[in-house]
C-alpha cells in the first residue's frame, strides 16, 4: 500500500459482505504493492491482452478486453488504484477476472503469487490502502489490504441494477 495516503477510517471496510476468518484469498503484486483478493469473486487468471477503448460518443470510457466474441469485459489498472501515477503494461503481467452475479472485470496486475488464508488484522496506522476499496486486511506478518470487489465492480461496470418488487 501507500504510506504516503493515510485516512482515519482505513480500517472500516467498504463492503457489507465481510471476510470470514480462514478464507482464501489471492495475493498479488502490483508494481511496488502487494494486495489481498477474495477467492470467492475469483473466476479465472488470464495472461496480459492489449486493452481497447470502446466507442463512447465522448463520453470518457473505460479500457476493455474482449474474453470473445460479444464478451467486452472492463479493465482496471490494479496500480492506478494504489497510487501509481502511471502503470506500464508488460506481456508478463496477469489480468484476474473477478465477478459477483452478472457485473465483471478483469483486474490488471504484474502477477498473481499465491493463496493464504485470511488472517484478520486491525489496518496499519500509517498503512491506508486505496480509498474506499479495503474491505479488510489480513497476514500475519505483515497485514496487506483486502480489495473490495463488489465496490470494485462498481467503479468498473457501474452498480448492481436493482430489480423492482412487483
Known sequence: MNPGNAHADASLPTSPDPLRP????VRVRAGAWRLLL???????????ALPAVRPS???PASPVVALGPDDLVPVVFAEALLGAAEVRLAA????ILV????????LWVDSVEDVVE?????APVADAGPDGL???WSGEALPLAVLD?????DLASGPPERKEAP
Open 22 to 25: 480462514r478464507e482464501e484469498l
Open 38 to 48: 477474495p477467492m470467492r469473486f475469483v473466476e479465472r487468471v488470464h495472461g496480459a
Open 57 to 59: 460518443g465522448g463520453a
Open 92 to 95: 508478463s503481467h496477469q489480468m
Open 99 to 106: 465477478g459477483e452475479g452478472e457485473r465483471r472485470a478483469l
Open 118 to 122: 485470511h488472517v484478520p488484522r486491525e
Open 134 to 136: 479495503v474491505a479488510g
Open 149 to 153: 470487489v463488489p465496490r470494485l465492480l
